[in-house]
């Protein structure tokens, strides 16, 4: 009959104690839903912050341990002069938060968030109301300003009028013609191109435009664009990017959707964690949650 102390060191083997299986290092990317573009009000609304980004590395894992990852969801299409803040997301007791809103002309300001709200045209009957959003990600409690990121949203502009781009995670939003939005940051030499856009998160959404001046942008890395007046160029934020949704305007009078957020979580050599959508690349192995889930370590 084994030795009990066999038994108990092949049962530690077995979930993954002792020589069997130690802890690991994982690095991870948590990227918040990003604002909705703002309502037009007047004329012209301001871009949505994108959600904040946090990327920190070389974090131990114990394993069999188990994981709560909640994936936040975008800014919902706004269709009054309240814009919508993007969800935050969550992983390994950190938060990423949800991006600002776009500001509606004379009406209401750009939303604080991970990367701020754009603010609508600071013009027009409704009064000037100029302020756009701050970004939050940097400066919540704690060591978070070392690997949070995140920018203040574009204030908007006088003339040509238009309102302000939204803060993107690597950019603040333009203030200025043509207001686009801030841009992301570039993770790619992290986790490679396959996600996000070509590997870029949480750019800002595009503002609001003057006609005959150039469309505002959306930020590289999922932002929305935005649309000059009488145009219905405005796009929501992309999916799983974190992105802004574009401003409103005159003839699209909904500040567009922000893009809802994404966790991605790699580590070296074979998988050892389980969920999400496992792949593997450049001697990496990558949990991607597009939804909320655990990760089992």
Request: proline share 4%; glycine share 32%.
């Amino acid at each position: 009959m084994p030795r009990l102390s066999s038994l108990a060191n092949n049962a530690a083997k077995a979930f993954g104690f002792g020589s069997a299986r130690g802890p690991y290092n994982i690095d991870y990317l948590i990227v918040a839903g990003g604002g909705s573009g703002g309502y037009e009000a007047s004329n012209y609304g301001g871009g949505g912050g994108a959600g904040g980004l946090i990327w920190k590395t070389s974090n131990t894992i114990i394993p069999n341990t188990v994981n709560s990852i909640v994936i936040g969801g975008g800014g919902a299409a706004a269709t009054s002069p309240t814009s919508n803040i993007g969800s935050d997301s969550t992983a390994f007791s950190l938060t990423a938060k949800g991006g600002g809103g776009g500001g509606a002309q004379g009406v209401a300001p750009g939303s604080d968030g991970g990367s701020g709200g754009g603010g609508g045209f600071p013009g027009g009957s409704g009064g000037a109301i100029p302020n756009n959003g701050d970004a939050t990600q940097p400066t919540q409690a704690g060591d978070s300003g070392t690997y949070g990121f995140g920018n203040n949203g574009g204030s908007g502009n006088d003339d040509p009028n238009g309102g302000g781009g939204g803060g993107g995670s690597g950019a603040v939003g333009q203030s200025d013609t043509p207001c686009n939005g801030g841009a992301g940051k570039d993770m790619s030499g992290f986790v490679t191109t396959s996600y996000g856009v070509s590997g870029w998160f949480a750019g800002g959404g595009g503002g609001s435009n003057q006609s005959g001046y150039p469309t505002p942008a959306g930020g590289q890395g999922g932002g929305g664009s935005g649309s000059v007046f009488n145009a219905t160029s405005s796009t929501a934020g992309t999916v799983n990017t974190g992105g802004g949704g574009g401003a409103g305007v005159s003839a699209q009078t909904t500040g567009q959707a922000g893009g809802s957020g994404v966790v991605i979580i790699r580590y070296s050599g074979g998988q050892q964690g389980t969920g999400g959508i496992v792949t593997s690349s450049g001697g990496y192995t990558y949990h991607a949650f597009t939804s909320s889930a655990n990760f089992t370590a």
